[in-house]
């Protein structure tokens, strides 16, 4: 029988630090990432490891829960997170090259541009902007927008060259 010990953690959410005490159940790698699988009096949760602030064992033991199974609750949870994340859709224009390095389930419309997913508009223009000129942002018009403007300082700044 698995036993632990019960922890008191510091963690932040958002720009708040808050205190949590958790059952730790298991670590989990994730896209580089580590994760802590844990049981609170409301139920199981998921902590990014990163955004612990501290952590500090109790004098409490505590048991893992009969049957449970650290991968299969994994492969639940992330199916039913990716499931419920907020996305923004995209649509661009690039070559067959760049379109495999595009993240997560592409579609592939019909005039040939492709709408690919990101978590919200900040992420796509990170990422999009790598790709300068190999990618053309067709929609959002705000995205497509703040793109533009940055090729004209980009381009300003260079100007002179």
């Known amino acids: 029988v698995w036993r632990g010990r019960r922890v008191r953690l510091r963690y932040r959410e958002g720009t708040k630090v808050v205190q949590r005490t958790v059952d730790p159940l298991g670590l989990v ?10 049981r609170r009096s409301v139920g199981m949760r998921v902590y990014r490891v990163s955004r612990v602030v501290s952590a500090r064992a109790l004098d409490e033991d505590v048991q893992r829960p009969l049957g449970f199974d650290l991968a299969e609750f994994w492969d639940e949870w992330s199916r039913a997170f990716e499931e419920n994340r907020p996305r923004v859709e995209v649509r661009v224009r690039v070559s067959d090259d760049v379109r495999r390095f595009l993240p997560g389930d592409r579609r592939i419309e019909a005039d040939g541009s492709v709408t690919a997913a990101f978590e919200n508009l900040a992420e796509a223009y990170r990422e999009l902007l790598r ?4 990618v053309e942002v067709l929609a959002p018009l705000e995205l497509r927008e703040r793109v533009a403007e940055t090729a004209r300082e980009t381009a300003a700044l260079y100007g002179h060259v």
Do not use: R
């Not at 790698?29 to 844990?38: C, D, E, I, P, S």
């Open 29 to 38: 790698l994730k896209g580089g990432a580590w994760y802590l699988v844990a």
């Open 131 to 134: 790709f300068g000129s190999d």
